[in-house]
Nanobody
Framework: QVQLVESGGGLVQAGGSLRLSCAAS????????MGWYRQAPGKQRELVAVITSGGSTNYADSVKGRFTISRDNAKNTVFLQMNSLKPEDTAVYYC????????????????WGQGTQVTVSS
């Protein structure tokens, strides 16, 4: 089992910044993919950014140049630095980890955090 604890959401004015963190714990040896998704009211959950254990990243077009994803493999933690925030970034942000190699050398897949609210006022 893997547990995810998110932090860093809140209310910010347009143009401001926030930094989200997500720490994974449990019987983890390594994590292949860590990422952030978001869901705005009335909309489907969408990918924001993802990073692999090797450091490869992928971003939604809407956040490129404004958001930066990073991770600390030693601490099984992923970060999302969000700059130049816009009202349309308002959503619940969810942490996701996928393809987790456990200490028993089995793989587990697709864990989600509880979500953290990000609200950007205009």
């Amino acid at each position: 089992q893997v547990q995810l604890v998110e932090s860093g959401g809140g209310l910010v004015q347009a143009g401001g910044s926030l930094r989200l963190s997500c720490a994974a714990s449990g019987s983890i040896f390594s994590i292949r993919s860590m990422g952030w998704y978001r869901q705005a009211p009335g909309k489907q959950r969408e990918l924001v950014a993802v990073i692999t254990s090797g450091g490869s990243t992928n971003y939604a077009d809407s956040v490129k140049g404004r958001f930066t994803i990073s991770r600390d493999n030693a601490k099984n933690t992923v970060f999302l630095q969000m700059n130049s925030l816009k009202p349309e970034d308002t959503a619940v942000y969810y942490c996701n980890v996928d393809r987790v190699l456990t200490t028993t050398r089995s793989y587990e897949y697709d864990y989600w955090g509880q979500g953290t609210q990000v609200t950007v006022s205009s």
